[in-house]
T-cell receptor
């Protein structure tokens, strides 16, 4: 089945700097790549997603890039703010199995 | 308001005592799923359902059962809970039948099995 590796597990950045989280996947048939944000004590919520017919998607300060040849995709957050502190999960879908396969998560810490 | 609800939100029980966690969505979604979240392991799918009366195993189905008798409800059943099922559980629903779209999560159920 699909295997999704997410790095780093913890990322600490200064407020205002950029943060990048990377995921690799194993199933070349995967064609849906969402990112979820989970604040402390809350449920995961979708923040951005990309499908395999595009290489990059932006929404204000966040962007996702996809390299299907290398089977990796990344989340980019610019001008980080305190409210960006959370756990971020990447996921894949559209491969051999129904549903999403999640990475293990990245704890993003924004230092004041 | 479009939402996924779960009950109970917190539950402490003892080994072997059957329990059910309910999940309901009001968005008319075809696809529903259960995940468990454990520290360092991310979200792992337990069971999913693509439509009424259609359910299938996810990555960690052992010790769990589900049913989908109505479109809006997808209960998770632990017939004989054990301490290794202590976890945070999330129900989710999604448009379409494959789950390859935005998943809307419930608020979570924190289960402790003593």
């Amino acid at each position: 089945g699909e295997n999704v590796e997410q790095h780093p597990s913890t990322l600490s950045v200064q407020e205002g700097d950029s943060a990048v989280i990377k995921c690799t996947y194993s199933d070349s048939a995967s064609n849906y790549f969402p990112w979820y944000k989970q604040e402390l004590g809350k449920r995961p919520q979708l923040i951005i997603d990309i499908r395999s017919n595009v290489g990059e998607k932006k929404d204000q300060r966040i962007a996702v890039t996809l390299n299907k040849t290398a089977k990796h995709f990344s989340l980019h957050i610019t001008e980080t703010q305190p409210e960006d502190s959370a756990v971020y999960f990447c996921a894949t879908g559209g491969g051999g199995a129904d549903g999403l396969t999640f990475g293990k998560g990245t704890h993003l810490i924004i230092q004041p | 308001e479009a939402q996924v609800t779960q009950n109970p939100r917190y539950l402490i029980t003892v080994t072997g005592k059957k329990l059910t966690v309910t999940c309901s969505q009001n968005m008319n979604h075809e696809y529903m799923s259960w995940y468990r979240q454990d520290p360092g392991l991310g979200l792992r799918q337990i069971y999913y359902s693509m439509n009424v009366e259609v359910t299938d195993k996810g990555d960690v189905p052992e010790g769990y059962k589900v049913s989908r008798k109505e479109k809006r409800n997808f209960p998770l059943i632990l017939e004989s809970p054990s301490p290794n099922q202590t976890s945070l559980y999330f129900c989710a629903s999604s448009t379409g039948t494959s789950g390859w779209d935005t998943q809307y999560f419930g608020p979570g159920t924190r289960l402790t099995v003593l």
